[in-house]
């Protein structure tokens, strides 16, 4: 029996595969809030119960301080598979604007097709069931699995992760596979299969600048005290250059140019910068100079200004001097970068720019290294060729602005490569009211996955 045994499968079931989906989907799995713990309890049990539906009869629950993981194993041959989804889903609010209860899932008619409507149908519940239903359908057509398979589902991702280092700490023996799978990304431009290769790391600084002991009033100071709301915005002047690059001291140890098979492919993307800009009406690229969108966005470091208080912001007009004025700046990193050396390098150039009667204070908000992953590795190429034929497109190597920390925790912890695949569409509104996924994603989705378990296998 053949692949195509297998895709044939999978389209004949296509109906069933959704209503277990929509059934899924029910369930109120918000991990953010304590009021739905319960239905965090009941999505795990779901996913136990469908796994033992498929001949995993060892999955199982597993207790956190919070909300449970599910783990499972398969018997198989090489290679040895982790996949990664998160049953947990973001809360609802503000659900005036949705169009029907976020709970009570349908399919509608789009102008696009088909789309699965409601919470957690793209993120990540419809990513997470499109792998268990390719391998629902090969142990039908082959009675087996094409390979071993650990699942491991989590239910804590939309609210931090608090439990997962620990979890991955102590079961890092049993997680322990040659590739890890993670289905949590998108499609590049709603249409082009990806695989994310990169993601950027993440530094969090507050800093305050005190000034005098308390507010002045600007007639009787202004001109001969000094103002902190004047003196930040000067150290932030500074931090970077006419060119845009930031003048952070070693800020760019670490920081390496793209290898030419990833410039080619992501010159062929097409991505169109000035309709980029436009949808939010600018017209203009801000950042470092001689550098295109997607560079900046995937590829670069960054240094940004998240919000910035002091002195008197309310309704009307205070003459005041503050005595204090405050900064969020946060940093994506890319490559190498050590945030906590940047971080001390950051608050060194702070406190090198503070005038006599000035002095800084900071606040830390967390850290994170970027990922990186090694497209030298046979497995990459396999699942690019099998995307490839599955969406009559060639599948590129793409890289991704924002952190997803299971993918640097696998690395780091379980000492396994992470394959980020996932097929969402950017206009998918997850975190936002009518989330949806396109039934034609979750289709070839999981054919996709079938055709990349088939290549996975051959190396």
């Not at 209503?19 to 799995?29: H, N, P, V």
Request: aromatic letters at 8%; hydrophobic letters at 35%; a negative charge.
């Amino acid at each position: 029996m053949s692949l195509e045994t297998v895709l044939l499968q999978i389209d004949n079931n296509l109906n069933e595969a959704t209503s277990r989906l929509l059934e899924f989907l029910r369930i109120r799995s918000i991990s953010t809030d304590s009021a739905y713990k319960n239905d965090c309890e009941r999505a795990a049990e779901w996913l136990v119960s469908d796994l033992h539906s498929l001949g995993v009869n060892n999955a199982r629950k597993v207790k956190t301080p919070r909300h449970p993981m599910v783990m499972g194993h398969t018997d198989g041959d090489q290679p040895h598979l982790l996949f990664y989804g998160h049953y947990d889903v973001q809360p609802v609010d503000p659900v005036h604007l949705w169009h029907k209860d976020p709970f009570d899932p349908t399919i509608e008619d789009s102008e696009a097709g088909a789309v699965i409507r409601g919470r957690g149908a793209s993120d990540d519940k419809g990513q997470l069931m499109t792998f268990i239903e390719a391998c629902r359908a090969w142990k039908t057509v082959h009675k087996n699995f094409p390979c071993k398979i650990t699942f491991l589902f989590e239910g804590e991702e939309e609210s931090g992760s608090p439990s997962l280092i620990p979890f991955l700490e102590e079961n890092k023996k049993t997680l322990k596979a040659d590739l890890a799978l993670i289905c949590d990304t998108g499609l590049f431009d709603s249409r082009v299969p990806a695989i994310t290769t990169m993601l950027r790391g993440l530094l969090g600084e507050e800093v305050t600048i005190q000034g005098p002991s308390k507010d002045l009033h600007s007639g009787s100071y202004g001109g001969v005290a000094i103002n902190p709301i004047r003196v930040l915005s000067q150290i932030i002047s500074k931090l970077h250059d006419d060119s845009g690059r930031i003048t952070i001291p070693n800020f760019y140890e670490g920081v390496h140019e793209l290898p030419a098979q990833l410039q080619t492919q992501w010159r062929n993307l097409e991505f169109n910068e000035t309709h980029f800009l436009r949808d939010v009406d600018l017209c203009e690229l801000a950042g470092e100079s001689g550098r295109t969108a997607l560079e900046m966005l995937w590829s670069r470091p960054t240094c940004e200004y998240n919000g910035i208080r002091g002195g008197y912001c309310g309704e009307g007009f205070k003459t005041v001097l503050p005595a204090k004025a405050t900064a969020k700046i946060s940093f994506r990193l890319v490559g190498n970068q050590d945030p906590e050396k940047i971080r001390v390098q950051f608050r060194k150039m702070v406190r090198s720019l503070l005038p006599a009667d000035c002095t800084a204070s900071f606040i830390e908000h967390g850290s994170g290294k970027a990922s990186n992953f090694d497209i030298s590795n046979p497995a990459f190429e396999a699942a690019r060729q099998a995307l490839t034929d599955e969406w009559d497109i060639e599948a590129v190597y793409t890289g991704c602005g924002g952190s997803i920390p299971i993918a640097g925790l696998l690395q780091g912890i379980i000492g396994t490569t992470p394959m980020l695949i996932g097929f969402g569409k950017d206009n998918d509104q997850i975190h936002s009211p009518n989330e949806k996924y396109d039934l034609q994603c979750f289709h070839k989705g999981t054919r996709s996955w079938a055709r990349i378990l088939a290549a996975l296998t051959k190396i």
